[in-house]
Every structure is written in C-alpha cells, then in structure tokens.
C-alpha cells in the first residue's frame, strides 16, 4: 500500500507550466459521469460534433515518464485530471495489461502472460489469477460475472467474486478452432461478443455471441484481421478491423470508415486495433497515429493524421466520459515510449504524457464515474502497469 508518498506533480493551466509537490495516497475514485461497462455498451444521443480537419501540432513521441509513481495534472477544457500510477501486486513478467473492465468497486484487468488482477478500491489491484494461458482480453458484466479470452478459448465465470481458476469454464465456439478472439464486449451478462479473426493476420474477421449458457457458432463479420469492439446497443455491435470498420446487427455486417485514399500505404493495410463510442459518435485508433471518427450524422472523416511522422505512433486504445473528453494512447513503433491525444469535439490535442507506462496496450472508462484506466507495461522485465486518470 502506498502511503503518504510525495509526489512530483505538473500542473498545465492556461497560464502556463507549474510545478510542485503533491502528497500521494490511494484515493477513492471519483464519482460523477455515466460510462459504458466493460467493453463497451449502449451509447448516448449527443448532438453531431464538428466535421474534423486532420489535428496538427506536435512531435515524435517521448519516452514514458520515470516509474516509481508520480502524479500529472492535465486541464482538460472543461475539467482537469490527474494520472496516477496504480498500485499491482505481483506484476513482474506479467506482460502488457491487455484489457480492463468493470465497475469501480469491481474493476478486473488481464495481463498478457496469464496473471489477472482485481481491485475493490480502484487503485490497489491484487492477483487473483495466474491461468497457464496467454490472454488478450476481460469482460465484467454488472451482475459481476468475467468472461476472459484467451487466443480460442473463451472462459465463462457466473459466480462471483470469479477469483478462482475453477471457477471458469471454458469452451471455443464451433467453427472458432483456429480463432483468435482478441475482445470481449457486452452489455450483461447473457449478452456477451467475442470478436477476432479466422486463423492469421489479415483473415476474415469472425464474431461469437454468450446468450447466457453458451457461445454461439463463429459467423463472419464482413472484415478482415478484427482485433476490437464495442456495443452501440444490445443487437448492434461495431467491430474494427483493417482499413474499415463493421457495423453488425446479428446476421451480415455492414462495413463503412473513412476515405483513406490519401494515406502512404494501401487502405487495405491500415490497421484498427480499438473502437469506442460515446454520445452518438464513435473514435476509431490504429496505425500511423491516425484517427477516424463517425460523426452522429453518420459520416466518417480522418479526424488526426500523422501518418507522414518519421515515428508515428501505433494507436492501441481509446475511452471516454463525454463525447468532448475521449482520450487516445499508443505507442512508437520503436518502443519504448507512449503519447496521449483528448478529442475536445472538435481535433484532437496533444496531452502531458502517461506516467512510467513504456507501452499502452488498453483502455477503460469506468461506469457512472469520471475515471479512466490505461493498461500496458514498463520495460524492460515487461512488468504489468496500470495508470488511473481522474476527472475532478
């Protein structure tokens, strides 16, 4: 437990660059806005945000801040944060912290090397899992079942705490034996989808759904190379994949995104790794720091474009509170390093970096409260790490 640590503190304001010294601590999150659980869930109406010209500014990204701690307040327009490093009990060679879901009282997060961590309290995270299995991601439901995947093994816990490994079963959808199932994504607990891609990178993107007692056979999702998703609504699922996105109502999916002919490489090579959507808008990340966005409208337009950086970075993860407060994280193709841009409606801004993270691998805005997670690593024995971000 850390107590009464003092920590550095940065401060921007519009008046500049202050520092100081601020005592750390735990700290309860905050509470305030409504946010999807877990992978994702319905979204808001919202008004149609501005169009979105490509966002300037800015250079090649910096290594992540030292480790040990530290807190970074950042003013966000409307609302300031702070970044904080969360407190894990036995992260070494734990591997990147692939996914984090759940509530602020029940907060679930998988590591890449088969540990999974808990938190009652929001900050200090404790390990309740080592699975001889590699996972890539983490589902909690409200009613506090976890759903984790694990390359094509699905595990299905009902039971709450779900802090044992006996009390999950596990099972791969028929048609899904040489599958990749990289996310989870739901709004309850018989509402659950798994989406990932048939066998190798660039293959047709596949999506299973839990309808309460088992998975639902493998169907395709229009797409290739899927890696996330996100629930507009209990039938509609939005999943993103290479060049295009699709938007999936249970039967056929229908992809859309937007023009990428002006891009350095093929569109059919771009990758999307992650896709959230709040106030009727959706922000989709991927490679060359770029950014699409689907305004409430319906129409797609690149709202950040960097491909034509030296280092541009590889966009992994993306959360939000309010459709004006959605932040983006990833991380240079020569790692180690990580940058942070917040979509204010209208471009996306440049934000202080995440503290001690070397890599960003994850992301989670934390239900009916204004916090945030990030999830990845600290080099170089690949240690799990979690930065909390705090609206206040």
Not at 30 to 36: D, E, I, K, Q
Not at 121 to 132: A, Y
Not at 232 to 259: H, K, N
Request: hydrophobic content about 40%.
């Amino acid at each position: 437990m850390r107590r009464g640590v003092l920590i550095g503190l940065v401060v921007l304001t519009g008046c500049g660059l202050q520092t100081g010294v601020r005592d750390g601590g735990g700290g309860a999150t905050a509470g305030g806005n409504s946010a999807t659980a877990g992978g994702g869930a319905t979204a808001g109406g919202g008004d149609t945000a501005g169009g979105g010209d490509t966002a300037g500014g800015g250079d090649t990204a910096g290594g992540g801040s030292t480790a040990g701690g530290g807190a970074i307040e950042a003013d966000a327009g409307s609302g300031q944060y702070v970044y904080e490093l969360a407190v894990i009990d036995d992260p070494a060679d734990a591997g990147r912290v692939m996914s984090i879901s759940g509530p602020k009282d029940n907060l679930f997060a998988a590591a890449q090397f088969g540990k999974v961590y808990r938190s009652t309290d929001g900050f200090n995270f404790s390990r309740v899992l080592s699975l001889p299995r590699n996972l890539l991601s983490v589902y909690v439901a409200p009613d506090g079942a976890v759903f984790i995947s694990s390359d094509n093994a699905l595990g299905v816990c009902r039971a709450p705490p779900c802090t044992t490994a006996s009390s999950f079963t596990w099972s791969t959808p028929t048609g899904g034996a040489n599958a990749t199932f990289y996310e989870l994504c739901g709004d309850g607990a018989s509402n659950v989808y798994a989406v990932g891609l048939t066998t190798e990178f660039n293959e047709p993107g596949v999506v299973s759904r839990y309808e309460g007692s088992s998975w639902s056979a493998a169907l395709p999702l229009g797409i290739n190379n899927v890696r996330s998703c996100w629930l507009e609504s209990s039938g509609v699922l939005w999943a993103a994949g290479t060049e295009q996105v699709t938007r999936w109502t249970g039967a056929s999916g229908q992809a859309q995104g937007a023009d990428l002919s002006g891009f350095p490489i093929p569109g059919s090579a771009q990758q999307w790794f992650d896709v959230f959507g709040i106030g009727g808008e959706l922000q989709v990340v991927g490679w060359y720091e770029t950014i699409m966005t689907r305004a409430a409208t319906g129409s797609w337009s690149l709202t950040l474009n960097r491909s034509s950086q030296t280092l541009p970075l590889q966009f992994r993860a993306v959360a939000g509170l309010r459709k004006n407060e959605v932040f983006a994280a990833g991380t240079p193709p020569t790692m180690p390093g990580q940058r942070l841009w917040r979509w204010d409606g209208l471009e996306w801004q440049m934000q202080p970096n995440l503290p001690s993270l070397t890599e960003v691998r994850s992301a989670h805005a934390v239900p009916a409260s204004d916090v945030l997670y990030f999830g990845g690593q600290v080099n170089p024995r690949e240690n799990a790490a979690i930065v909390r971000m705090t609206r206040y």
